[in-house]
């Protein structure tokens, strides 16, 4: 029963941190309450992934119609779109079980609680280790004042169940993040009257603006409705029907739904553990606080993930889970955060990685922008997308790029060219420079990068 390290949670964090440990001959114990891979593989990430790439076969044959093909009548069978989907997360799952068994890491179900340092009670079991992960995750966040009740203010999860009929439902999402767009889009492709309530000025707060400007005219071609600058005040149930009361500047609004979705964001999963009573720091939002090593306040607890700090992203966790390892086993000295890229699998695609230009802006840092279109793009157009750009954002003087910021197909493969160039200081010399096959998606990096200093060849510079 003792151990070197103890992992309590065995999601995108814990288990990859557990993984790492066993590969450094150290001794491990994953602790899970629910499943392995916990929210990302079986209630975010993966499933909404495979209804989205699902979904976009449905409504793809509409980008070749001036191709001449036309494809009709075609049908979704709920029942087995849902086992599809479900079987998507339960292989992968099972692949997470044979890396624990093929690596000697142990495992067992239960609820976990930290009774003293280096020691872990589950269900009345008592492990003991030098070193304890917390990587308990994150949960969806209500709106003040207002809780879930699984009915009819729902959250990602129970859209995710496909247990309500999407063509005869009016969904009223609150928050128009990622995970209500994502989740807003695959609905509305299944027939459902989407409306979209965020309280920011623009959806996708935080994203470069003209990309943001680009997704809001998709949206309404989806006859997806949005209303943005509008708080949720109260949200009524009666009857079975819903009711937001919002706020739109001086002016009450009302959204009449069968369900509401609130989508506002998550909080860390950091109560309930013992961590409290053992003196665990937190910050005002309940993220635990840790040092340059993942180390909380008290000796020989780390902390990773969502349950730790933001960005709130799988492969963030999947990072930080193989630094904590290392740290612990002795190959490293501290964390060494590289660029965190982010996807969004809307349609079309959003991807983005490093500083906006408001943002190098407001850092006090001269920028340069370039922009490809991939309207000018070939292989785009024969893929039949004609809307969508690369966007990369240079520092004015070396040229060395800060930013790359995509709306478009393939987006979330085409980030990870640009994560290279950023992560080591390359310049857009370097990267429009390069030669990228022809005909590919890939060309508009390249492009956009020549375009900074007005050197793109397949558009009219500035």
């Not at 003991?128 to 995750?137: D, K, L, P, R």
């Amino acid at each position: 029963m003792k151990f070197d390290a103890i992992v309590i949670g065995a999601g995108s964090a814990g288990y990859v941190a557990a993984i790492r440990l066993a590969q450094l001959k150290k001794s491990v114990l994953v602790v899970e309450k629910d499943k392995i891979g916990g929210t990302c593989l079986h209630y975010g990430c993966i499933p909404t992934k495979a209804l989205i790439s699902a979904t976009e076969a449905m409504h793809a044959p509409k980008r070749y119609s001036r191709a001449g093909i036309t494809v009709e009548n075609i049908s979704v069978d709920m029942g087995k779109l849902k086992s599809w989907k479900e079987s998507v997360s339960a292989k992968l799952a099972r692949g997470i079980e044979t890396l624990f068994k093929g690596n000697g890491v142990n495992f067992v179900m239960g609820d976990a609680v930290v009774r003293a340092p280096g020691e872990v009670v589950v269900d009345g079991e008592v492990y003991t280790a030098e070193n304890i992960i917390v990587a308990t995750g994150s949960e969806p966040l209500p709106i003040p004042g207002i809780e879930f009740d699984g009915e009819n203010i729902l959250t990602s999860k129970e859209l995710l169940d496909l247990k309500l009929d999407p063509s005869s439902l009016n969904l009223a999402i609150v928050g128009g993040g990622v995970i209500g767009l994502e989740i807003g889009m695959t609905y509305a492709r299944l027939g459902t009257n989407v409306t979209i309530v965020e309280m920011m000025d623009q959806v996708l707060p935080g994203i470069d603006k003209d990309i943001a400007s680009l997704m809001l005219r998709f949206l309404k071609r989806m006859k997806i409705k949005v209303l943005t600058g509008t708080r949720v005040e109260a949200i009524d149930t009666d009857n079975g029907k819903v009711t937001l009361i919002a706020r739109q500047g001086d002016k009450e609004v009302k959204v009449e739904a069968d369900k509401v979705m609130v989508a506002i964001g998550r909080r860390p999963r950091s109560k309930g553990f013992g961590l409290d009573e053992l003196g665990v720091k937190t910050d005002r939002r309940g993220f635990i606080t840790t040092d340059d090593r993942f180390m909380t306040s008290v000796e020989g607890i780390y902390a990773i993930g969502d349950v730790a700090s933001m960005p709130l992203l799988a492969h963030k966790a999947h990072k930080e889970g193989v630094m904590v390892a290392e740290i612990i086993a002795g190959v490293r000295d501290k964390r060494d955060m590289p660029i965190i890229p982010a996807a969004i699998f809307t349609d079309p695609e959003i991807a983005t990685a490093g500083l906006t230009e408001s943002e190098a802006k407001e850092k006090g840092i001269d920028v340069r922008t370039g922009k490809f279109p991939f309207g000018a793009n070939g292989r785009a157009l024969s893929m039949g997308y004609l809307e969508g750009f690369t966007k990369i954002v240079a520092e004015a003087d070396s040229g060395r790029v800060l930013g790359v910021h995509i709306i478009g197909p393939d987006a979330s493969n085409l980030i990870g060219e640009a994560v290279i160039a950023i992560q080591n200081g390359l310049t857009v010399e370097d990267l429009g420079s390069t030669v990228h096959p022809h005909p590919t998606l890939s060309e508009t990096l390249m492009e956009a990068a020549e375009a900074v200093d007005g050197k793109a060849i397949h558009i009219l510079n500035r």
